[in-house]
């Protein structure tokens, strides 16, 4: 029912900004949060922000807390995940992920129902 795209990924030095985008379409309002998640090969999938669709209300990870903002644009359907001081270990390939279910659980890989591609996201130091 939603399809997600990200971009803006890249490769950008340590203490550096970076802006992702994700694109939304299809059934878009039935969309109850979106979030980020990032991942490294063998390694978790990890969690970075979500913001509530509707409220606005938003999660961060406590690694990236204070240096990145999620937000979204309704009206684009689009969510943003702008990347501050950024450090080499933030180096991943990042993606954007869509749950319609209610929950109380943001933080968690298994509570979203879309994901996207991917992108890239590599900080040199």
């Known amino acids: 029912q939603v399809q997600l795209v990200e971009s803006g990924g890249g490769l950008v030095q340590a203490g550096g900004s970076l802006r992702l985008s994700c694109a939304a379409s299809?059934?878009?309002?039935?969309?109850?949060?979106m979030g980020w998640f990032r991942q490294v090969p063998g390694k978790e999938r990890e969690f970075v922000a979500a913001?509530?669709?509707?409220?606005?209300?938003?999660y961060y990870a406590d690694s990236v807390k204070g240096r990145v903002t999620i937000s979204r644009d309704k009206a684009k359907s689009t969510v943003y995940l702008l990347m501050n001081i950024l450090k080499p270990e933030d180096t991943a390939v990042y993606y954007c992920?869509?749950?319609?279910?209610?929950?109380?659980?943001?933080?968690?890989?298994?509570?979203?129902?879309?994901w996207g591609q991917g992108t890239q996201v590599t900080v040199s130091s």
């Open positions: 992920a869509a749950t319609i279910h209610y929950s109380l659980y943001l933080r968690s890989v298994n509570q979203y129902d879309y």
């Open positions: 913001i509530r669709w509707s409220s606005g209300l938003t």
């Open positions: 299809g059934r878009t309002s039935s969309s109850y949060a």
